[in-house]
Structure formats: C-alpha cells, structure tokens
C-alpha cells in the first residue's frame, strides 16, 4: 500500500500541543494493511521510508532499520536512528519519521492477539519481555538508550528470517498459515534471545526486571515470595514494585495469582481433575484461598465455572 504523504507540525509543536497531535494523528485499521483472508502478519519493507505522518496503529510492530539515518518521533520525543536498531511498537503508541536520510526498514505488523504469544517457553525468556513489553514502556525514561541494536551477524540471520515470512505470506498456499506463524514466532524468538545477549548497561537494567517476570511465568506453581522476585531484580523493594506495576499493570504477587487463575482455568475446562488437586497443582496451598480469588478474578466460584463450560 503506497504511503500516504501528509505535512504535519514539527517534532516542538507536536510536544507543545498534544492536543493538536492527537487530533490530527490517524489510526491506522487492520482492514486496510491486513490481507482481506484476516491473516494477522504483514511484512513492509520501506526502502526508503516515505514521509508518512504521525499515525497509530490497531496492530503491533516490529521495527527493523536496515539502512540510513533518521528520527523517531513520538509526538512527545525524538530519538536518532541507525541500522541495527530493532523495536516494537504498540497500537495505541503514536510515532513518524522526520530527517530521513536514505532511511531503510521493514516493518513486520502483526496482531499479537491473534498469535500464540504464549507458546512453549517462549513467555519464559527474559529478552521477550525486555523487548516486547519493557522497552516500549520505558522508552522515553531511557531516552530510547535500551533499544535493541543488531550485530551484523545478528541483522543477516533476522534478514533470513524474515525472507521466509515473506515468502510464505506471498505464496499463500496450503498450510501458509501454520508456516508463517511458525516464522513468526522464530524471528521473534530469535530476536528476543538477541536482547538478552546485550551488553547495553540501560538494557541489562530492563533484562533484570524481564527476568523477575520470566520467574514467574517458569514457576508459577511453586511457593513465590515478592523478597525472591526482588532479589531477581536488582532492585529495592520500592522502586522494583513501583516499576513492575507501572510497566505490567498489576503489582506482582495480582500478576502471580492471576497467572495462577489463567491456568486453573485451561485445567478446570480440561480435565476432571477434582477443585483441590487442581488449587495445589497451580500453586495454592489452601484450596479455600484459591476459590476466593478465582471468585475475585473471574467472578464465580471454580465449581461455577467448570459447570458453565461443560
């Protein structure tokens, strides 16, 4: 889809006046850049970028800058671009690109909805979460300094990586979609294992609370206490609870226990393993303390829920 050129305020005013951003920034719909079958991945390649306009999305990306210069505004702050810079961008995170010199990238859109985010032990790696959600969340804090950087060697494999998407995506034939989503989820595990190789100091920062978070998702069903996940962060109790429910939403032991509440639920749907049994294999050691916050979560008691899906 050709790009649609549109003369916007400069990076100053845009700070100055959010309103005005807001009013003037479209949003970009699924049903325009997403092929008509509802496929939730498209690779773009801007080789160069066009000026385009500050704009959202009802999609996520993933940003690969593959040649040039350039800058990435967000409507608030503007951060200087190179090749190798690789981030993602939410839906509802407004952004553009002005000073474009030669500027080159690829775009992967996908709708993380749609996806199996949360296969195998993906959720497990911490570059996951420092990548998919940490830094997009602390972009402005770290001025965009926690961004990952491809290697040379790293950019070539992605670049591989991302010609087999492509080409899957363009051939739509039979089985395209299992292969593309298993393209997918390569590329984004094998850039998620690229941040936790960093040796970026303000990344490593970012990796440490990820790891707090991978904690979680490993052992959810064993005995976790907010000291242990501390500890993990490097950080004081404080800042680290502060930190995490500014970033996750939901101070840890809520995101624990709704974990905890998520998988009660595939088992109470799948099997016939009785309440109890159930309550401890998720990691509550008190049956009566599990009901009452499934009751809290979902708004029924386990024995509710299990009768309503059957």
Known sequence: MDAVVVAYPTPLSWSKHPSLAREMMRKLKKQDWFHQDGFPIVVERRDPQQPFGLHCHEFAEIVI????????????????????????????????????????????LFDPTELPMSIADLQSLTGYHALFTLEPAWRKRHQFTSRLQLSPVQMVETLRLIDGLEAELADRGPGFGVMATASMLQLVTFLSRCYSRTRNPESKKLLRIAESISHIRRKFSHPITLDE???????????????????????????????????????LRSTDQTITEIAFEVGFADSNYF????????????????????
């Open 229 to 267: 996940l501390v500890d993990i962060s490097g950080m004081s109790r404080r800042n680290f609870i502060r930190t995490f429910e500014e970033t996750m939403g939901t101070p840890p032991i809520k995101y624990l226990i709704d974990l905890r509440i998520r998988e009660a639920s595939r088992l």
């Open 65 to 108: 800058i593959t040649g040039g210069k350039g800058m990435h505004i967000t409507g608030e702050d503007s951060y200087e671009l190179s090749v190798g810079d690789t981030f993602v961008i939410g839906g509802d995170r407004p952004h553009d690109y002005l000073n474009m010199d030669q500027l080159s990238l690829i775009n992967i």
């Open 291 to 310: 009901s009452r916050q499934f009751r809290n979560t979902l708004g029924i008691s386990p024995r509710e829920y299990r009768k309503q899906v059957q």
